[in-house]
């Protein structure tokens, strides 16, 4: 299945973290992983117009991951931190390799060179719930200059269209006490931060 064919909810919250942790719990899910995030884009792109997929693909990604918690959380195994989607800028490079945080600095010189240039630095703390026959997780972020926001997808939806696995999303979340109108649009992260003011679409994958 294409990734570009999955639909991915985004919908701002408008309650505390506190609220939804409990009513998850209260619904038979558990607190599985926490951790905190530090993302850093670079492009050579003009952003105006893309979709929040777009703007994604057309960037490399560094990320620093610090966990802190949940049930599945292993204090062995981080700090954790890397680059993704790099074929875009060196096609003979691996796409995603791991590099320590204190490395950056020669790869900004680098992506300087080629008239790259840093267009996102982001943080996010991210509360991941699952219970045991869930292929995914709903995952309650809270992100810096934007607030909280809820992101899920379902595997099993992937067959169907985006708008019916918009409907499926929605109705599942719902049945585990959440409250979304098949008309609530979701906040698109990085074209947020673009144009600095929100920005809303149906799919945060698309």
Same mark, same amino acid.
């Given at each position: 299945?294409?990734?570009?064919?999955?639909?991915?909810?985004?919908?701002? $919250?408008?309650?505390? +973290?506190?609220?939804?942790?409990?009513?998850?719990?209260?619904?038979? &899910? %558990?607190?599985?992983?926490?951790?905190?995030? *530090?993302?850093?884009?670079?492009?050579?792109?003009? &952003?105006?117009?893309?979709?929040?997929?777009?703007?994604?693909?057309?960037?490399?990604?560094?990320?620093?991951?610090?966990?802190?918690?949940?049930? $599945?959380?292993?204090?062995?195994?981080?700090? @954790?931190?890397?680059?993704? /989607?790099?074929?875009?800028?060196?096609?003979?490079?691996?796409?995603?390799?791991?590099?320590?945080?204190?490395?950056?600095?020669?790869?900004?010189?680098?992506? @300087? =060179?080629?008239?790259?240039?840093?267009?996102? %630095?982001?943080? =996010?703390?991210?509360?991941?719930?699952?219970? *045991?026959?869930?292929?995914?997780?709903?995952?309650?972020?809270?992100?810096?200059?934007?607030?909280?926001? +809820?992101?899920?997808? #379902?595997?099993?939806?992937? /067959?169907?269209?985006?708008?019916?696995?918009?409907?499926? +999303?929605?109705?599942? $979340?719902?049945?585990?006490?959440?409250?979304?109108?098949?008309?609530? +649009?979701?906040?698109?992260?990085?074209?947020?931060?673009?144009?600095? @003011?929100?920005? &809303?679409?149906? #799919?945060? #994958?698309?």
């Amino acid at each position: 299945m294409e990734k570009s064919n999955v639909c991915e909810v985004g919908f701002k $919250l408008d309650k505390s +973290l506190d609220y939804y942790h409990e009513m998850l719990i209260n619904a038979g &899910f %558990d607190n599985v992983y926490n951790c905190e995030t *530090r993302d850093i884009y670079w492009s050579n792109k003009k &952003f105006d117009d893309m979709s929040e997929n777009e703007i994604k693909k057309s960037c490399v990604r560094f990320r620093y991951s610090e966990g802190f918690g949940g049930s $599945l959380f292993d204090r062995d195994s981080f700090p @954790k931190s890397g680059f993704q /989607n790099y074929l875009i800028f060196d096609n003979l490079a691996e796409n995603s390799f791991m590099c320590p945080i204190e490395d950056v600095g020669k790869f900004e010189e680098k992506f @300087k =060179k080629y008239y790259w240039r840093r267009v996102f %630095d982001t943080k =996010k703390v991210d509360y991941q719930y699952a219970t *045991r026959k869930m292929k995914s997780r709903i995952q309650i972020q809270d992100i810096d200059g934007i607030g909280l926001v +809820l992101y899920y997808d #379902n595997p099993d939806y992937y /067959n169907f269209s985006i708008s019916e696995q918009r409907k499926m +999303l929605i109705d599942e $979340l719902n049945s585990y006490g959440f409250d979304f109108k098949y008309n609530d +649009l979701g906040i698109d992260k990085l074209r947020t931060l673009y144009y600095k @003011k929100e920005c &809303f679409s149906e #799919n945060q #994958n698309g």
